[in-house]
T-cell receptor, first 112, second 113 residues
Framework: GESVGLHLPTLSVQEGDNSIINCAYS??????FIWYKQESGKGPQFIID?????DKRQGQRVTVLLNKTVKHLSLQIAATQPGDSAVYFCAENSGGYQKVTFGIGTKLQVIP | NAGVTQTPKFQVLKTGQSMTLQCAQD?????MSWYRQDPGMGLRLIHY???????DQGEVPNGYNVSRSTTEDFPLRLLSAAPSQTSVYFC????????????FGPGTRLLVL
């Protein structure tokens, strides 16, 4: 996951544009990856997941890309909307509850 | 379905006080867990349970106790609160053991003075 200290990295995007949020994971043994969305004052909400036998997975307006060679994960949000404003973080899992590592997150700000 | 519910939403404690954070889920999930979320850090696992009567420690278990007497409930007890336990606490549940989607509750914001 990310390691950026106390301040979350922020991505500002114009409404209607596409957003790309990146995540570097640390464990080459991780085989399951999840993206979560967390709105202010709420719990994390599952967005999309991908297993290590895939490079790409698409959902509704979201796409996750996995590059195992460089241990990199990205979340693409198409036609970003004001309701997409939140903190997005990735999680990597190498097997079982106790082996899930969560990233710090990126704050997405959508400019109307 | 209510999903995962947590009470209270917010609590202020004095150092040394004890309290229980409640968590319940109505999805018949076997797996439940407690995390804490602190600024600049990812979610960290405190305790987890793979079924009624079974609990285990996560990454940061010190100062916390859990029990799982039913499938639905997974309370987290702070034995003697310390300022270092000021955090936001999330309960989560899943059908499987972490390679499945985890459903999170709305969180309890705890301030220890």
């Amino acid at each position: 996951g990310e390691s950026v200290g106390l301040h979350l990295p922020t991505l500002s995007v114009q409404e209607g544009d596409n957003s790309i949020i990146n995540c570097a994971y640390s464990n080459s043994a991780s085989d399951y990856f999840i993206w979560y969305k967390q709105e202010s004052g709420k719990g994390p909400q599952f967005i999309i997941d991908i297993r290590s036998n895939m490079d790409k997975r698409q959902g509704q307006r979201v796409t996750v890309l996995l590059n195992k060679t460089v241990k990199h994960l990205s979340l693409q949000i198409a036609a970003t909307q004001p309701g997409d404003s939140a903190v997005y973080f990735c999680a990597e899992n190498s097997g079982g509850y106790q082996k899930v590592t969560f990233g710090i997150g990126t704050k997405l700000q959508v400019i109307p | 379905n209510a999903g995962v519910t947590q009470t209270p939403k917010f609590q202020v404690l004095k150092t040394g006080q004890s309290m229980t954070l409640q968590c319940a889920q109505d999805m018949n999930h076997e797996y439940m867990s407690w995390y804490r979320q602190d600024p600049g850090m990812g979610l960290r696992l405190i305790h987890y349970s793979v079924g009624a009567g079974i609990t285990d420690q996560g990454e940061v278990p010190n100062g916390y106790n859990v029990s799982r007497s039913t499938t639905e409930d997974f309370p987290l007890r702070l034995l003697s609160a310390a300022p270092s336990q000021t955090s936001v606490y999330f309960c989560a549940s899943s059908y499987g053991t972490g390679q499945e989607t985890q459903y999170f509750g709305p969180g309890t914001r705890l301030l220890v003075l």
